[in-house]
């Protein structure tokens, strides 16, 4: 039966081109193993998609040899391209996300007018997991928490003490993720944060990215004690009007992420390229003036 491990093995793969990291979650050289939020290189000049950061997990993998049983996303990420699909080729495994992957698919279905059989089920994934609901990886046991406002469809993934906590929040010293993409929502992110707050002090939390100041190296673990005292946005005495107040204040001042545009459209489609037209290349749309 999976047991709750209490601290299970993380290894962070840091993708420097988008500032994503990539992880791999498991219980030890020969164990099942569980990656989350993969990164496809894709170079917004030429169109062009590469696996440098992919194969790095994929090495990673297969010299501790683990076995992969899931392939998980904690949302539709805007500044990176999944790669999930390659690494699934590779390696095996199930891709997944959670739930509200639909309210999301239906919003950018319309903004980018997809193609009229594009399902807005989430039938691109292998599995949709719900808020609460649990998933085996090998003899592990792991947990899915929604904590959308950054987008409706986030969630985090607990194993044991370590959650990984998608763009929910970031370092303490960066703070929060942004609530102004379509469905965002920081009265929500506020909850979804005090929800992660709310875990034991020790919890290891793992942050989706590091845009860390400067004169500070690149760092992506921290704890629920460390973010409850330091964290810039959230730390304790920091009500959920003045959050708001600050998130919508920042938010107006920010630009867009450079790879919004092909990101949403790749990872709403599970990290699947859209269909090859005639001549045998896929397209993406740039919608003007529409975001």
């Avoid at 169109?47 to 790095?56: E, F, L, P």
């Avoid at 997809?114 to 691109?124: H, K, R, V």
């Amino acid at each position: 039966m999976p047991t709750e491990l209490l601290t299970p093995q993380v290894h962070g793969i840091f993708d420097q081109g988008t500032w994503t990291v990539t992880y791999v979650v498991h219980q030890g050289p020969g164990t099942a193993c569980a990656i989350i939020d993969s990164v496809l290189d894709y170079d917004p000049k030429s169109g062009r998609t590469r696996h440098t950061s992919a194969d790095k997990v994929i090495t990673y993998v297969r010299e501790n040899k683990l076995q992969t049983a899931w392939i998980l996303e904690t949302h539709a990420h805007a500044d990176h391209l999944s790669a999930a699909p390659y690494l699934k080729a590779q390696l095996g495994g199930k891709t997944a996300i959670g739930d509200q992957i639909t309210a999301v698919q239906k919003v950018f279905k319309g903004i980018f007018n997809l193609e009229p059989e594009f399902a807005c089920d989430g039938s691109q994934f292998d599995h949709l997991f719900t808020d609460g609901e649990t998933m085996v990886v090998g003899e592990m046991r792991g947990h899915t928490m929604l904590v959308p406002g950054h987008t409706p469809a986030c969630v985090a993934y607990r194993f044991g003490d370590a959650v990984f906590v998608g763009d929910t929040m970031f370092m303490p010293d960066v703070g929060s993720a942004r609530c102004d993409f379509p469905g965002g929502d920081a009265r929500q992110l506020y909850a979804s944060i005090q929800k992660i707050l709310s875990l034991p002090p020790q919890t290891r939390l793992f942050m989706c990215h590091d845009y860390p100041p400067a004169g500070r190296e690149i760092a992506f673990e921290t704890t629920v004690a460390e973010q409850r005292r330091k964290n810039i946005h959230t730390h304790e005495g920091i009500s959920e009007d003045q959050f708001v107040h600050m998130r919508t204040t920042r938010d107006a001042t920010l630009d867009m992420p450079v790879l919004i545009l092909p990101a949403v459209q790749i990872n709403i489609r599970a990290g699947q390229l859209p269909a090859p037209e005639t001549n045998g290349v896929a397209y993406l749309k740039i919608p003007i003036n529409a975001v």
